[in-house]
């Protein structure tokens, strides 16, 4: 978006100095041409956050399926592992924030000569990273206690309320419009997640008290809620706060507050007194200490490739957005079931997934529609631009 914009500034200085018919057809020419660029590189930078998150939720959600049902049984191990995989981005983080540099120092040069508006301080900064890190320490020990007291069929749809709470919450806090086709995107992601937990064993897992599958059912709900509130809130600063739409910007996101969250369930381990039954836990796990291991290492690792997607995409479109293509990885865990651990494939699986596609395309759609708008609306004031240009010329 930067080249971008040092392109159409370029063209524009040409115009300046020769002002004459010939150079003002090619300028509005490649005025024209500009838009197309900037699109083709937004989708594709879409895409791989797209394919991010879906690839990162799907493997992250098995392998913590895996663990509790091989022998793991700590909650706060589970949460820990969403979090402590943040040092794998530390050198994007390096790369990007080096490489931007020389365009901070001109930003602050032109900025002391203009009235050009200041990024936040590092207080605000601070004080939003701790914020959004404690709020994912207690909305991922949340999702910890529902993933170990309840079956998958109940987790996975009172997971599909995330889209409701979401939508609620984009409404109120990011002036987010509900059009008739995201609404048919958000009643079709979410009738796909109910069939899957219709064709689930709704009974409470073996060994699991009543009280605890209570506990279990508020807390997942309470995760989904708050989840949506930490997605609007993240897009609320991008948008309202930090005013910078850089990739560093996105990582700086994703880092900090994982710091402060995996400070937070490392007292929480402590605390908890779960660090003690650790050691044990790994020597009776039943795949060996070397898949104990494997399985949070990559767990944790899976999750921050997730939420690397899940930041970008709402970074580039928004926290629905985002929130949708999040749900519509719930069909697709069957599916890697089928493929890893020859799970079996019937019609209400095959109709969930080809719901969940359907809803993917309905939301899809809208946004082209609005993507066609703006560029109308471009176009239109593009050549009331060079009509005045030529008449004055």
Known sequence: MEDAGGIELQITAADDQEPNSSNDVSSVNNKLHLPKLIHYRWWLRVTCY?????????????????????????????????????????????????????????NLISSSFANTPKGPQLSTLTFLYIGFGVLLTGDNLMYSYGLLYLPVSTYSLLCA???????????????????????????????????LAVNADSEKPAG??????????????????TYSLYLSLVQLSFEKVIKKETFSVVLSMQIYPSFVATCGCVVGLFASGEWRSLENEMK?????????????????????????????????????????????????????????????????????????IWGFLSYIYQHYLDDLAKSKASLTSENELTGVQLETG
Request: one cysteine or more; glycine letters at 6%.
């Open 50 to 106: 797209m394919l991010f998150l879906l690839s990162g939720q799907s493997a992250a959600t098995l392998l913590g399926r895996l663990y509790f049902d091989k022998g793991g049984n700590s909650k706060w191990m589970a949460t820990f592992v969403q979090s402590a995989g943040f040092p794998i981005l530390l050198p994007l983080l390096f790369f990007f924030t080096t490489s931007t540099i020389s365009t901070t120092a001109i």
């Open 161 to 195: 309320t995330q889209l409701a709470f979401n939508a609620l919450f984009s409404f109120f806090l990011n002036s987010q419009k509900l059009s008739p086709f995201v609404l048919n995107s958000l009643v079709l992601l979410t009738a796909s997640a109910s069939l």
């Open 208 to 225: 699991i008290s009543r009280g605890k599958y209570v506990i279990g059912f508020l807390c997942t709900v309470g995760a989904s809620a």
């Open 284 to 356: 009776e796990y039943k795949e060996g200490k070397v898949s104990y291991l494997m399985n949070l290492i990559w767990t944790a690792i899976t999750w921050q490739i997730s939420s690397l997607g899940m930041l970008g995409l709402i970074f580039e479109v928004s926290s629905l957005f985002s929130n949708v293509i999040s749900t519509l990885a719930l069909p697709l865990v069957p599916i890697l079931a089928v493929i890893f651990f020859h799970d079996k494939m019937n019609g209400l699986k095959v109709m969930a997934m080809l719901l969940a």
